[in-house]
Structure formats: structure tokens, C-alpha cells
């Protein structure tokens, strides 16, 4: 249901016709208005509000020009029912206006007008809670600060309020129908995550959410406004579980997280051919030996090989080895040669299948030169390159997946 709020309303208060029910307020809740007085002013567009003749004290300049110039529409104004309690909650959904004609049973002086959609009517929602314990003013119309719109959503949400739906006659439809809003913080566990989130991590809490029995607030340092986290604000932390310099969440912060693993996908890469080469079997097979020989926090993620689900060419595929799975091979095992070699399974290429590593750089007579030779027998040739050839065959990477089974 799209309630025609903005994505920042600000909240005004607003006395229709003092704080109890009458002919004037109601006519507002049925044909979704909100009317003020000082009709003798004329249109407040126009209107110079400093005129003496008006009478007007600094609250009712302050009123008339709030309501003709500063609400705007998508924001919502709150009809109080005494100094403590809301009656009903509007969205503006328009211009103001000025009428010279007054409804039947409406006061007479009521001719300045907003169009407002009522969300909801005849609560006796108290504000105290959410208004830091102060009560509403006499000032007929003025901004409110001390909450948000999605503070007071989440109250009226916890206290079972109905919103009225514009295309029905009864007020049936749930406050509970609210946007989503997903904050992602990525590798989450390379800072301080206590120093960070602060005493956010209490007002996290589910139980401890705006509008939840045992909801909490926060009054921030320099603003002094009360601050707290809605239910509809979701949080991600993404980490890197193969990272072991990194240190574990806080005890504290876990508790209040959910954590759902989230391994590679080979399956995703199923049926996804490269000149035959079987993508999702050659990634399976890979993250099988990594397992092997390091552990599974180590797997390559799915992610690497998507781009070969749009294009599917052996350029493609050599590029994401030789930039991507490649170096980090050498990373995971420290430029070892050998394990890399048994990762890509070069030991077992058939004879003239190009393996991805080559260790055979230096011949024995080389290793005469270099350290003479009584001293070349002695020493082992640790040097090793990535073979071009091998990232531009395809029977290189079928063998990959080649298990000897």
C-alpha cells in the first residue's frame, strides 16, 4: 500500500479545533483535510502576517506560516487529542489552499486548508514515551523533533494501530506494512566492532527495537535527540573466515547476530561449457583438493566464474585464472610450487597436455654456472613460473577436472 510519505517527512502537531472531537474535526477526518483559523487573514500565501491590523503574536505568525509555506506534502501531521495523547496521524498530500466558502457545520474562520490522507483516527496514542516526556504546547501548529516518523510507526505498530486503507471504507490494512532497509557492512571483523557500534549494539537487540515492549533509546551527544533502531532496519556483516590475522567477533556482538555460512556455489556454474571444459565440475574438483590440503574456509567462491555465464570464451576463462585464481593459489600456499601443481592436477596431465606450473627453469649445467660445481648437486632448484600455454589450452583445464576415477 503506498501511504505517499516521503523519505524524510518531517512531523508537525496540529489542533483542529482545540483537542476534542467536534463537527470541524470531524469534517477533516471524513473528507481528509486539516483546517486552521484566522480566516480573516485571507489567502497566508499573500498574506503579510507583520500587518498590525492582523493582531498576530509571534506563535500565530509562526502557525500560519508553518502551515501555508513549510509543510510540505509526504510529511505527516499528528492531531492531538490532549497535551499528552495523538487523536489521529495524516499525510499531506498537497498544497495549501485557502477557501472563502466554509463547508456546512465547519466553524467559519477554519478556511485555510491542507489535503490529508488519515492514516489512522480516534487513538489515544500518549507521546510521552517517544516525546522524552514533555508535553504538546498550545501553539496550534509547530514541528517535531524529538522523534521520527519511523520511531512513531514503530509505536503505533507495537500498540496494534490499523492504518486506513484509500481504497476501502474501513480502516483494516496493517501499520506493519513498512519499507525495508539493509545496512551492509563488509569484512565486519576488521575493526573494533564493540568501540564501534557502541551502545548500538544493545538498541540492535530485537527485544530492544523502536516499538518492541522493552525498546530502548539512545540521546546522541551533540544533538541531544533521542535515537533509536527501528524493526525494519536489517544489518549484514560480511567476514572472511580464511583470513586467520584477523581477530573473532566480540561475544557481546555475536549474540546478536545471526550467522549463516555462506560456502561456494558450484552448482550455480552447472551447464556452464567453455570449449567442453565443465566449469562447475573444474571447481568442485579444485575446492575438493583445497579442502584437502589446507581446509574449507580456503575454497575459490563461485563468484570468480559468473562472468563465464555471460561470456563464455577460453579468454575469458584464462584471464580469471591468471589474474584471480592463480595468485591466489600462491597466496594460500605460500608460492609452493608443488601444491599449486597438485591443486590444477599438472602431475597427472597426460604427455603433451601443458601443466599450469613449470619448474623445469634451470638446467644442470645452469646450476653449475650459478654455484659452481661442486655445490650444484647440492642444491635444489626452487624456482618456478606460470606456463602461458597452459592458460591458453583447453585440455589444460579439462584436465583439471580429470580425477583418475
Not at 36 to 59: C, E, M, Q, Y
Not at 90 to 106: K, L, N
Request: glycine fraction near 8%; charge should be neutral.
Amino acid at each position: 500500500m503506498q501511504l505517499g510519505v516521503s523519505t524524510s517527512p518531517r512531523l508537525w502537531k496540529i489542533s483542529i479545533d482545540g483537542t476534542g472531537l467536534s463537527p470541524t474535526r470531524q469534517h477533516c477526518f471524513t473528507h481528509g483535510e486539516a483546517r486552521i483559523g484566522w480566516g480573516h487573514v485571507g489567502d497566508l500565501r499573500n498574506a503579510d502576517l507583520t500587518d498590525p491590523n492582523f493582531k498576530l503574536g509571534s506563535n500565530d505568525r509562526s502557525t500560519l506560516g508553518d502551515f501555508s509555506q513549510n509543510i510540505q506534502p509526504g510529511d505527516i501531521v499528528l492531531c492531538i487529542g490532549s497535551a499528552t495523547e495523538v487523536a489521529a496521524v495524516g499525510v499531506v498530500q498537497g498544497e495549501y489552499r485557502h477557501e472563502e466558502a466554509t463547508p456546512a457545520g465547519v466553524r467559519k474562520d477554519y478556511k485555510n486548508v491542507l489535503p490529508v490522507k488519515w492514516l489512522a483516527t480516534g487513538l489515544q496514542f500518549s507521546i510521552l514515551e517517544l516525546n522524552a516526556s514533555k508535553r504538546f504546547t498550545l501553539k496550534t501548529v509547530y514541528e517535531i523533533d524529538r522523534f521520527t516518523w519511523a520511531e512513531l510507526r514503530q509505536a503505533l505498530l507495537a500498540g496494534d494501530v490499523k492504518m486506513a486503507d484509500p481504497h476501502k471504507q474501513q480502516a483494516d490494512a496493517p501499520l506493519a506494512q513498512i519499507e525495508p532497509y539493509v545496512l551492509i557492512i563488509d569484512e565486519i571483523n576488521r575493526g573494533n566492532v564493540s568501540r564501534i557500534f557502541g551502545e548500538l549494539i544493545t538498541l540492535i537487540e530485537p527485544s530492544k527495537r523502536i516499538g518492541a515492549p522493552e525498546a530502548l533509546h539512545a540521546t546522541l551527544p551533540y544533538s541531544r535527540k533521542r535515537f533509536g533502531v527501528p524493526v525494519n532496519v536489517h544489518l549484514i556483516g560480511t567476514m572472511n573466515t580464511a583470513d586467520r590475522s584477523l581477530t573473532g567477533l566480540d561475544i557481546a556482538l555475536r549474540r546478536r547476530f545471526a550467522f549463516k555460512e555462506m560456502p561456494p556455489r558450484p552448482e550455480l556454474l552447472d551447464g556452464v561449457l567453455v570449449e567442453d571444459i565443465d566449469i562447475g565440475k573444474m571447481l568442485r574438483t579444485m575446492n575438493e583438493r583445497i579442502e584437502v590440503l589446507l581446509d574449507r574456509d580456503h575454497c575459490l567462491g563461485h563468484a570468480y566464474f559468473l562472468p563465464l555465464k555471460r561470456t563464455r570464451k577460453l579468454d575469458q576463462l584464462a584471464a580469471i585464472f591468471q589474474q584471480s585464481v592463480l595468485p591466489l593459489l600462491q597466496e594460500y600456499f605460500f608460492d609452493d610450487a608443488e601444491r599449486i601443481g597438485w591443486v590444477l592436477n599438472d602431475p597427472n596431465a597426460p604427455p603433451g597436455v601443458e601443466p599450469f606450473i613449470r619448474s623445469d627453469l634451470a638446467s644442470g649445467s645452469t646450476l653449475q654456472r650459478l654455484f659452481g660445481e661442486a655445490n650444484a648437486a647440492k642444491v635444489r632448484d626452487n624456482r618456478w613460473a606460470v606456463n602461458e600455454r597452459a592458460l591458453k589450452s583447453a585440455e589444460s583445464y579439462r584436465n583439471i577436472s580429470n580425477t583418475g576415477a
